[in-house]
């Protein structure tokens, strides 16, 4: 959406002589900025022949060229929106959070869409053992030395590795909730099994994707809200707490200490994600 016309802020208004020899003396308040261009207002446009145009819009522009003249200042952004993720742990700060403000509306009827994606990789892993102690199990002893609970969008299934000392070979594909998938390596035999997280209740946004390198292997998990089935309605600064369960999967939304206001058309990626920590972040007018 292009941005609208601003006025233009100076200390003198405008004068000139036109081509009969006449002054004329313009206020800026004839004037605007489009963008970096500046312009005679509509409402103006009548006051000028096609001469004394040209002549104003020269004199303006070269004040404006030297200083004199300019659009009033832009205030900087302010927080519009806090995003958290519903979990803790590091893979939180993978989460990526977009969202989109309906236009020309009242702030709060407008409808805001709610975006999130996560992509979480866990590299160079030698073994189904060594790809559970990175990954997490998803039901852990509590033993130390064992591996812990996951905390990322898959986990490794308690009891699965230890079949194949091999890396796992390329794989992809769709993980369905409660559903588990066989790493295999190169023999058949099974390197690992990765389930999607407990609280996964989607079919189609979590994806996984394995890629071979030498002896050791990737194990990459994706989740798309976009890519899930089902209704995705947008909210408003009313509704924060009412996010599409797609969404909700992975963050919540909520006013920051200033108060909830339209957020722009933005993008924030979460951080601060740690050990018993959830990531979060803000968007911004």
Known sequence: MAAAPVDVIGSTPIGFTNSDGAQKVVPLSALQFNGSDL??????????DAGETTTLLAVAKARAAAGELNPPPVPPPVPALSVTATRTGAETNNIVVSVASEADTAPLEAEITVTVAETDSYR???????????IGVDAPTGAAGDPVAGTGL???????????AKPAVASTGVLKKSTGVDLKD??????LTLLPR????????????????????????????????GTQAPVTLQT??????QVG???????PPSGAVLPSDSTVQLSGGAPGLAASGLLYT
């Open 186 to 191: 190169a023999d058949g035999k099974v390197v």
């Open 39 to 48: 312009q005679i207002r509509s409402s103006w446009s009548g006051d000028f």
């Open 154 to 164: 898959v986990v490794v299934k308690k009891g699965s590795t230890g079949a194949s």
């Open 249 to 255: 999967y992975l963050v919540k939304a909520s006013a």
């Open 198 to 229: 407990a609280d996964y209740q989607g079919a189609e946004g979590l994806s996984y994707t394995v890629t071979a390198s030498g002896a050791t292997f990737t194990v990459t998990a994706t989740y798309d809200s976009t890519k899930e089935t």
């Open 240 to 245: 924060l707490g009412s996010l599409p369960a």
């Open 124 to 134: 160079g892993l030698a073994t189904g053992a060594a790809a559970a102690l990175a």
